[in-house]
């Protein structure tokens, strides 16, 4: 189902939250919600869910504007960061439990509940009970009582920061899977530009309460709209040239010693990260002001010309790889 956001805002007093913001989410995306901490997106979340009043705008979920329906009218579902997991109640019985509180039969509601288990591969342990499940599998439950009642659109707030990294790749597939398989709209906040890159089809990027750029996450990399955006992805150096107008050219397409090219200017080494596959070199370079300058360099390569600290070599780019940024 289509979720459209019309002029958006939510003011805390004389504190905005969120500006004016206008998305469209495709039926069937799955969209990241991507920025710091007090960008606005978890609030975004929880108007589109009903969980939070809208102090002017509009939520359109499907043909419908849902400013005034309740959550449970909206036809979405919210899984929080917190999973919530009532302890006294197993897993099987954790995920009815919504099901329970419509007026379902026990017979359909715990037939219902085994098939979401089954989804997410938990149905073997239907029977135990939260404390008994690790992080992972905890975090899996909450999907499944997420998407037993059949929300068209689901609200996803962090559902993977408190994982270990490991198992955060894994639940990174799971819920890509998941999302495919069943065609819902999945909207999810999260911090991590590695995790929205991985799941989204739509990156919405927000700094301040205000969407910075919206579009596939291929874009958001390699043609970043600002500087904002360029610097929070990450993977990009910002340059001012002598017009003052900004550029980003990706760290992995800086040219050293004789490719730097005609452009290029001296730079000075200060920095080497060894990253397995790569070298990550950190200069400072001189040009219309001092920059901080990252050149990201094939392993291979470096080994056969390794770089040493306070060296000075020529630094450039292609100008092909240079994105001329809006601010």
């Avoid at 499907?62 to 109640?89: C, I, K, N, W």
């Avoid at 419509?102 to 997410?120: N, T, W």
Wanted: proline share 5%.
């Amino acid at each position: 189902m289509d979720v459209e956001l019309i002029s958006l805002t939510k003011r805390y007093g004389n504190t905005v939250a969120v500006d004016g913001i206008d998305l469209k989410v495709r039926s069937g995306a799955y969209c990241c919600l991507l920025g710091p901490s007090g960008c606005g997106k978890t609030t975004t979340l929880r108007m589109i869910g009903g969980h939070e009043t809208v102090s002017s705008g509009d939520v359109v979920i499907g043909p419908r504007a849902v400013g005034d329906a309740t959550p449970a009218e909206r036809g979405t579902a919210m899984m929080f960061q917190s999973y919530a997991l009532f302890p006294h109640l197993n897993c099987r019985d954790n995920v009815a439990f919504s099901l329970r509180m419509r007026g379902v039969g026990k017979a359909e509601r715990r037939a219902k509940a085994l098939a979401m288990l089954d989804l997410v591969q938990m149905a073997h342990l239907a029977e135990r009970l939260p404390a008994q499940l690790s992080g992972g599998q905890q975090q899996r439950v909450a999907l499944a009582r997420a998407l037993v009642t059949g929300p068209k659109v689901l609200l996803l707030d962090e559902p993977l920061s408190a994982l270990d990294p490991f198992l955060r790749v894994r639940m990174r597939t799971e819920l890509k899977r998941i999302q495919a398989e069943l065609g819902l709209t999945f909207i999810h906040v999260t911090h991590s530009q590695e995790e929205a890159m991985a799941l989204s089809d739509l990156v919405v990027v927000m700094n301040g309460g205000r969407i910075e750029q919206a579009a596939d996450p291929r874009d958001v990399f390699e043609r970043p709209a600002t500087a904002f955006v360029a610097r929070f992805i990450g993977g990009h150096n910002i340059i001012r040239l002598p017009d003052s107008t900004e550029i980003a050219v990706r760290t992995d397409r800086m040219r050293l010693g004789a490719e730097a090219g005609p452009g290029a200017v001296p730079a000075r080494v200060v920095s080497v990260e060894y990253q397995g596959a790569s070298v990550h070199v950190g200069f400072e370079a001189d040009g219309p002001g001092a920059m901080a300058l990252t050149a990201v360099i094939d392993d291979a390569a470096y080994a056969s010309r390794p770089l040493a600290l306070g060296e000075t070599v020529p630094l450039g780019w292609d100008a092909t790889a240079a994105h001329r940024l809006s601010a």
